[in-house]
């Protein structure tokens, strides 16, 4: 008499097994979602944290920024009447953070961060401890805005304009020079006006 080897005898399934082994698959199946909802949940927390990190720190890096301008302002204004002095510009007056008002108006209608005056002419410097060519064109704007206030207080003037910074690239000098406005750079604890040859001044 043979027999069926073990490896390939089969067990008869009753309805019993299967429902049993459902059950077991179930159980299986509702671990698994649970580990699932909590990593899901684990990771909903983190990120949440993370966007919360960065936003503080997007806030940190704004508040450096601002301190790094404010820094270089400061830096630049002791010397800068001096340095351009020294080129026979004869300024007797320097003034930080100018607010300009409308006429006989309370409101603000430019802000600048140096001016230099004497009796013909006004220079408003722009401060940025990293400027941009995009804060090249808003001064450019800005001294519209400061030429047609002049105009209607009598001032007549010459009003020119200057951006100075301590970190520039080679293009950003160039479109600085290229607008008409002096190139002003910070070195160490003083600066210094780049007035290349063939360079000439845009007056408003």
């Not at 230099?116 to 220079?123: A, H, S």
């Not at 410097?125 to 400027?131: F, S, T």
């Not at 400061?146 to 009003?159: C, E, I, N, P, V």
């Amino acid at each position: 008499m043979t027999t069926e080897p073990a490896e390939i005898r089969e067990e008869a399934l009753t309805f019993e097994k299967i429902m049993a082994m459902i059950h077991e698959t179930a159980i299986v199946v509702r671990e698994n979602a649970e580990a699932i909802k909590k990593d899901w949940e684990q990771a909903e927390k983190e990120t949440k944290d993370l966007k919360e990190r960065m936003k503080e720190t997007d806030r940190l890096i704004g508040d450096l920024g601002n301190r790094f301008g404010e820094l270089a302002e400061h830096l630049v204004a002791p010397n800068i009447m001096k340095k351009f002095n020294e080129l026979d510009f004869n300024f007797t007056r320097c003034s930080l953070d100018l607010v300009i008002k409308e006429p006989d108006g309370p409101q603000i209608i430019a802000e600048v961060d140096i001016m230099l005056e004497n009796g013909d002419t006004v220079v408003a410097v722009e401060v940025k401890a990293k400027p941009k060519q995009a804060d090249v064109d808003k001064h450019a704007k800005r001294m519209e805005v400061l030429r047609h206030s002049a105009t209607q207080r009598g001032d007549t003037r010459k009003y020119q304009g200057a951006v100075a910074g301590a970190i520039m690239s080679q293009s950003l000098r160039d479109y600085i020079l290229k607008k008409g406005f002096y190139l002003i750079e910070q070195t160490g604890d003083t600066v210094r006006i780049c007035i290349p040859e063939g360079f000439k001044i845009r007056e408003w």
